[in-house]
C-alpha cells in the first residue's frame, strides 16, 4: 500500500495549526493583561502602556481569523485536489493560447500566474484592513490608497520580471541534472541570493523608499569614528524615508542611534551575520538533497491526485511534507537568534553604549507599540528577538557584576 502522504501532511497542517492556535490563546491572554511587567514600571508610561496594549489585542484578533481562513483554504486547496485540476486547466490555458503545452517551461509559468492572481486576491483584504483599519486606529498608517496600490502594482511587475527567468532556469536545471542535481541546484540559488544582495539596495528598495545620504554633522561624524575603530569597511550612510508610509518608529537622540548602530555592528563583528548566512546555505542544500531523493516517486504525485510529475509540483509538494522538519529547524533558529541578540547588546555594551542602548531600546518598543507582556512559551517559539524585559535585564545583570 502506497504511504497516504497528502493525509499525512493535512493532518500535521492542521495539528500545527491548533498548536499555534494554543500558543496564541496563550499570549493573548497576556496581552489582556492590565499592568506593565514589573522591569518595566516606571520605566514606560502608563499612557504608552495602554496604547500599546490596544494597538496589540487589535492585531491579535485579526491574527486570529487570518489564520482560521488560511488553513480552511489551504487544505481545501488539498483535500479537493485543486492543484491537480488548476495544473490541467492552466495546460489547456497554454495550448488555448496556441503556445506549446508540453513544453512545461511555459505550463508551469501559466500555472505560476495563476497561483499569483489568485494569491493576491485573497490577501487584498486582510492587506487593505490591516494597513487601512488597525494601522491607521492606532495612528501609524501615513500610506494613501493610491500609494498602497502603486506598491502593489511595482511588487507585481517585480515578480513578472524576476520570476519566469528564475523559474525557467530551475526547470531546466532540475530537467538536466543527474546525479548531482542537489549541488547544481545549491549553486544556482547561492548565485542568486549573491546576485539579489548586491542588486537589491541599488536597483530594488529605491523603488519603495527614498534613499538619502547622511548629512554631514555630528551623528555622521560619530558614526564614522564607531566604524573605524571596529575596522568595519563603511562606505555609504544612507537614510531611508520611510515616513511615507508608515509612523512606526523613531526619534532617537544621536548617542541612542550610535547604541543600535553599535549593536549592529557587534552582529558583524562577532559573525553572526556570516554564521546566519552559512546556516541558511546547509539548509537549502539539505532540502534539495532530500527533494532530489522523492522527486521521482510515483506514490508521492499520485497521493496528491497528480498522473503527471511536473518539476514545479515535485518542488511544492516536496515542500508541504517537511513542514514538521521546517517547524523544528526554525524553532532552533529562533533560539540561536535571540542568543545572537544578547551578544550584541553585551559587545554595544562594552564600547560604552550601556545606558544609550538601554534608552534607545526603550524607545523603539514605546513607539512601535511592541508588546510589554508576554507569553514565555509564545515568544520561546516566535520570537527573533528576546522580549524587551529580558535584554535589559541582561544589560543591567553585567552592569552590577562589573559594580561587585
Ligand atoms: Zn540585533
Redo the contacts with the bound molecule.
Keep these: 500500500m502506497a504511504f497516504p502522504y497528502l493525509e499525512a501532511v493535512l493532518g500535521f497542517m492542521i495539528f500545527m495549526y491548533l498548536f499555534e492556535t494554543y500558543l496564541d490563546i496563550r499570549q493573548h491572554a497576556a496581552l489582556k493583561l492590565p499592568n506593565l511587567p514589573k522591569p518595566l514600571e516606571g520605566v514606560i508610561s502608563r499612557e504608552k502602556f495602554e496604547k500599546a496594549r490596544a494597538y496589540s489585542i487589535d492585531k491579535s484578533y485579526f491574527h486570529f481569523i487570518h489564520e482560521a481562513v488560511t488553513i480552511l483554504m489551504d487544505t481545501a486547496i488539498l483535500y479537493f485536489g485543486l492543484l491537480p485540476w488548476f495544473w490541467k486547466l492552466s495546460g489547456n490555458l497554454v495550448a488555448y493560447l496556441g503556445l506549446d503545452a508540453e513544453n512545461e517551461i511555459i505550463h508551469t509559468l501559466s500555472f505560476l500566474a495563476g497561483v499569483m492572481i489568485w494569491s493576491q486576491i485573497t490577501d487584498l483584504p486582510f492587506s487593505l484592513y490591516s494597513t487601512f483599519v488597525i494601522e491607521a486606529r492606532h495612528g501609524f498608517n501615513k500610506q494613501t490608497i493610491w500609494l498602497f496600490f502603486r506598491d502593489m502594482f511595482k511588487g507585481i511587475c517585480l515578480s513578472i520580471l524576476l520570476g519566469p527567468p528564475i523559474v525557467s532556469a530551475i526547470i531546466f536545471i532540475v530537467q538536466k541534472g543527474g546525479p548531482y542535481l542537489a549541488i547544481y541546484l545549491w549553486a544556482f540559488m547561492f548565485v542568486l541570493s549573491l546576485v539579489m544582495m548586491t542588486l537589491y539596495p541599488i536597483l530594488i528598495a529605491p523603488l519603495f523608499n527614498k534613499f538619502t545620504p547622511l548629512p554631514d554633522g555630528e551623528l555622521r561624524k560619530k558614526i564614522e569614528k564607531l566604524a573605524a575603530s571596529l575596522k568595519f569597511p563603511l562606505k555609504k550612510l544612507f537614510v531611508v524615508d520611510g515616513s511615507t508610509r508608515s509612523s512606526h518608529s523613531n526619534c532617537k537622540n544621536e548617542e541612542e542611534v550610535v547604541a543600535v548602530i553599535a ?2 555592528l557587534g ?1 558583524w563583528k562577532l559573525n553572526h551575520t556570516m554564521y546566519s548566512f552559512i546556516a541558511i546555505q546547509i539548509l537549502t542544500f539539505l532540502q534539495f538533497g532530500g527533494y532530489t531523493l522523492v522527486r521521482n516517486s510515483k506514490d508521492l504525485f499520485e497521493s496528491f491526485g497528480f498522473d503527471s510529475q511536473p518539476i514545479l509540483i515535485g518542488l511544492i509538494i516536496f515542500q508541504h511534507t517537511v513542514i514538521p522538519l521546517q517547524h523544528l529547524v526554525n524553532f532552533g533558529l529562533n533560539l540561536v537568534s535571540r542568543a ?2 544578547f551578544q ?1 547588546d553585551a559587545f554595544a555594551k562594552k564600547l560604552g553604549y550601556a545606558k544609550a542602548l538601554r534608552a534607545g531600546l526603550i524607545k523603539l518598543q514605546e513607539e512601535n507599540l511592541s508588546a510589554m507582556n508576554t507569553d514565555p512559551w509564545y515568544s520561546a517559539y516566535h520570537y527573533s ?1 528576546p522580549p524587551l524585559v529580558e535584554r535589559l535585564s541582561a544589560i543591567e545583570e553585567a552592569d552590577s557584576k562589573k559594580e561587585n
Design positions: 549593536h549592529e552582529h545572537f541578540e550584541a528577538h
